[in-house]
Nanobody, 123 residues
Framework: QVQLVESGGGLVQAGDSLRLSCTNS????????MGWFRQAPGKEREFVAS????????YYADSMKGRFTISRDNTENTAYLQMNSLKPEDTAIYYC????????????????WGQGTQVTVSS
């Protein structure tokens, strides 16, 4: 069973950093590819980054490359999203998601979702 819980969001200023965590309470975390998505008010859900089950392959949306880093620790059943040089346009609810066999940018391919964590970046 996969139950995802995000944490680490908050209110920060432009240029600050945040690290989001996504913890799975189930026992099969290491068999799932993980993705981070975000959704701002009035906008569609947007792909941020993904990581393969082993951590060997990562994939980023072009606008996140160089600022965001996805990682995972299978011994801790946790995936991370390190966000640096945050901008006001990064303001959104950030969701983590899990999928077996898919690690791309299509949110419809991810089966399990967390409840989301709010990130607000002030200018």
């Amino acid at each position: 069973q996969v139950q995802l819980v995000e944490s680490g969001g908050g209110l920060v200023q432009a240029g600050d950093s945040l690290r989001l965590s996504c913890t799975n309470s189930g026992r099969t975390f290491s068999t799932y590819n993980m993705g981070w998505f975000r959704q701002a008010p009035g906008k569609e859900r947007e792909f941020v980054a993904s990581i393969s089950w082993s951590g060997s392959t990562t994939y980023y949306a072009d606008s996140m490359k160089g600022r965001f880093t996805i990682s995972r620790d299978n011994t801790e059943n946790t995936a991370y999203l390190q966000m640096n040089s945050l901008k006001p346009e990064d303001t959104a609810i950030y969701y983590c998601a899990a999928s077996r066999g898919y690690s791309g940018n299509n949110y419809r391919q991810y089966l399990y979702w967390g409840q989301g964590t709010q990130v607000t970046v002030s200018s």
